[in-house]
């Protein structure tokens, strides 16, 4: 097909992140300092290590550098206690649908994601065969808002950026698509995420036809 589709993992496809909060608030209960919902918001599709530094701001906490890999790995055990845990159950409405339109119209796609534990998540909920490719946090240099990831993606799907429409639920994840100049669709709120070209408050809310018309609209 002419156009494809690359996918963020947490909070497009399974809503990971409240995970990420509990091991997140964990550490910070540690380190005696309160972590809340709102101050998550800023974790949101940042990579592990910058999630830490943001994290040890909020509680104004200097760590020498080994404590901080210390920290790391014992936030991602937690974590994958969780993870562990899931299955299909834990897919978010519409994605799968979404999933089955794309295949019915032959429009291929990938993962795009920070995460360095997307592959696991994928499989817990069964739908680490139905990718193309997985591009995750092991196979990038430069995090999100940089749009490394995005790019490795549109080759992936052997596609130009301009023929990649890229869903995503994070302000940095929608500037990643922006800057490798891809179409972008910002999943939950319109006004956090009002870079992107396109808007919905879930994936239950994209029309059935969203991908014929956007092929018509462009003349592809
Ligand atoms: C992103 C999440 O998808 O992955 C971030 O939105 C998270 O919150 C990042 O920090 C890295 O995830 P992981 O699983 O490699 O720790
Ligand atoms: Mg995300």
Redesign the pocket.
């Known amino acids: 097909n002419k156009i494809g589709v690359i996918f963020?993992?947490?909070?497009v496809i399974v809503d990971t992140?409240k995970y990420?909060f509990l091991a997140w608030k964990n550490l910070a209960d540690e380190l005696g300092f309160e972590f809340t919902e709102a101050h998550n918001e800023l974790?949101?599709?940042?990579?592990?290590v910058r999630?830490l530094e943001i994290l040890l701001d909020i509680g104004n906490i200097n760590l020498p550098e080994s404590k901080k890999q210390e920290y790391l790995v014992s936030k991602?055990e937690d974590?994958l206690n969780y993870i562990t845990k899931m299955g299909p159950e834990e897919i978010l409405p519409g994605a799968e649908k979404l999933l089955d339109n794309l295949d019915k119209l032959g429009i291929k796609y990938v993962l795009g994601?920070?995460?360095?534990?997307s592959p696991l998540i994928l499989k817990q909920v069964n739908l680490l065969d139905r990718f193309e490719g997985i591009v995750d946090?092991n196979s990038v240099n430069k995090a999100k808002p940089d749009p490394e990831v995005f790019l490795i993606g549109a080759k992936k799907l052997n596609l130009k950026p301009e023929k990649c429409i890229v869903f995503e639920d994070?302000i940095a994840g929608i500037e990643a698509a922006n800057r490798a100049n891809m179409t972008s669709i910002g999943i939950g709120n319109k006004e956090t995420l009002n870079a992107a070209n396109y808007n919905f408050n879930n994936l239950t809310e994209i029309p059935e036809n969203f991908f014929e018309k956007f092929l018509s609209k462009n003349n592809i």
């Open positions: 963020d993992l947490d909070g992140a990420h974790l949101k599709g940042v990579s592990r999630s991602n974590y994601s920070a995460s360095k534990n946090g994070a």
